[in-house]
């Protein structure tokens, strides 16, 4: 679960719209979370979805009603001003054309609009709404005086809208909403300025139209790193081979399939990069040609003649140099069967990289596909720091804080 919602306390607002009832998956997923989640409903989300529905999610009482007293800390305070106050996010999902209006005009005649008015810290909005509706002049100008505030949205997203018809309006997923929240909250964090390219997934180097040479990464580890970086507010760039696992929202995603598009996409990022992560478990051969239509089967062997592909990471270390300038860090993964310390130390050496992070993949529990990872840290001082078996999202947490640490220790001023 990311740390970023631990004991956060967020506003839910929810108007009405058809997208009420994926709100309460959003709200769910808040909670498990560990965010304190306060559910905000306007009357005609009441006719969508009951505010117990909320309630029990929630495990926190809704609030409608503008006149109603709201107990907190002990305390009789006036519900708005109480709720407003202690928010540390407030999510509107789904925010229809006339809620968005009325948050644009400063309106403050429900729950809803006067704890936004009375509220000063960060501000999602999931717009949900018919085409026309969406992409009428008010509602536009509505949007773009929210942003000039500050307000940030999450889509709406094409699709099948409530009237059956398709278009854009339809409300984002809950867990877009979910995932750009933690993005949202992470700003001003210790990352913030500091551009972060994450590699992840494994490569593809084609045999034939349906068939490749691949491996068995599933990404989990290199998405689980986006999501930390992204959660200190890092500008995170995720350049991904095929992935088993949703991609991360908030971040920009470049998506290849073999090591030389991936060898591109991160040489054009390169200029912009502070921070590499090398997370991918990139082919190092590929076939020497790749035939256009499918291989047959025929009697005996067949033999597939295989190249090296480019290595990113130690063309990387090559262009630092020995001063290692640019990127500022370069953090690499060795996957390792045997001699696992020496062929380690040896890429930390050969690839110039400042840090990597050894896992044995032949341990049931660390490596290729499962959720958790036991891994050995090496640096270039000589440190090293064996970890304990952690989920891949802490060992992620772990790996950024050590590049916040880093970064804080280099001469280096922030974009
Ligand atoms: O994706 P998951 O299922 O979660 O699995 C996670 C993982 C096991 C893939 C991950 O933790 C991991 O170890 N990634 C690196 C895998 C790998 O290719 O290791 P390597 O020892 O072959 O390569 C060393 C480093 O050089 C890696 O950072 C790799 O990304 C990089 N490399 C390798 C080859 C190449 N041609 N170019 C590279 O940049």
């Known amino acids: 679960m990311p740390p970023i919602l631990n004991g956060k306390r967020v506003l839910l607002g929810v108007s009405g719209g058809i997208a009420a009832y994926k709100s309460v998956a959003l709200a769910s997923r808040l909670t498990q979370a560990n965010a304190q989640v306060d559910v905000i409903m306007t009357a005609s989300a009441m006719k969508f979805v009951a505010p117990v529905t909320f309630q029990a999610i929630t495990q926190r009482p809704v609030v409608h009603d ?5 107990h907190d800390a002990g305390r009789l305070r006036i519900g708005h001003v109480a709720l407003a106050q202690a928010a540390d996010l407030f999510i509107v999902a789904p925010a229809t054309a006339h809620t968005l209006a009325r948050l644009a005009l400063g309106m403050a005649d429900d729950m809803l609009s006067i704890t936004a008015l009375s509220y000063k810290g960060p501000m999602l909005l999931a717009p949900a709404m018919e085409t026309r509706m969406w992409q009428h002049p008010a509602t536009q100008e509505h949007v773009a005086r929210l942003r000039g505030w500050g307000v940030d949205f999450v889509g709406p997203a094409q699709g099948r809208l409530a009237s059956g018809e398709y278009g854009e ?12 929240a933690c993005k949202v909250l992470g700003r001003g964090g210790p990352l913030e300025g500091v551009r972060v390219v994450i590699t992840a997934g494994g490569t593809r180097e084609p045999i034939d139209p349906v068939r490749f040479v691949g491996n068995h990464s599933t990404g989990k580890m290199g998405v689980a790193l986006a999501r930390a970086a992204r959660d200190l507010g890092a500008e995170v760039v995720l350049v991904h081979a095929p992935l088993a696992v ?10 290849v399939q073999t090591a030389q598009e991936m060898f591109e996409a991160v040489m054009r990022l390169l200029p912009e990069t502070d921070v590499l992560i090398g997370a991918a478990a990139v082919a190092d051969y590929r076939p020497v040609s790749s035939e256009t239509t499918k291989i047959k089967k025929m009697p005996g062997q067949q033999i ?16 630092r140099g020995p001063e290692r300038r640019h990127p500022r860090l370069v953090v690499g993964f060795a996957a390792e069967t045997d001699n696992w310390e020496q062929n380690a130390l040896e890429k930390l050496e050969r690839k110039n990289l400042d840090l990597i992070v050894l896992n044995d993949v032949t341990a049931p529990d660390s490596g290729f596909a499962v959720d958790t990872n036991r891994v050995t840290l090496f640096e270039r001082s000589g440190n090293r720091e064996d970890w304990p078996l952690m989920t891949k999202e802490e060992v992620a947490q772990a790996i950024m804080q050590r590049v916040v640490a880093r970064l804080g220790r280099l001469d280096w001023k922030k974009r």
């Open 66 to 70: 503008i006149f109603e007293s709201w």
């Open 169 to 180: 309006g339809r409300m984002a997923e809950p867990e877009e909403i979910f995932e750009v």
């Open 304 to 319: 597939i003649r295989l190249e090296r592909t480019p290595d990113i990471l130690a063309a990387v270390g090559e262009m």
């Open 246 to 255: 949703h991609p991360p929202g908030g971040v920009e995603r470049v998506s």
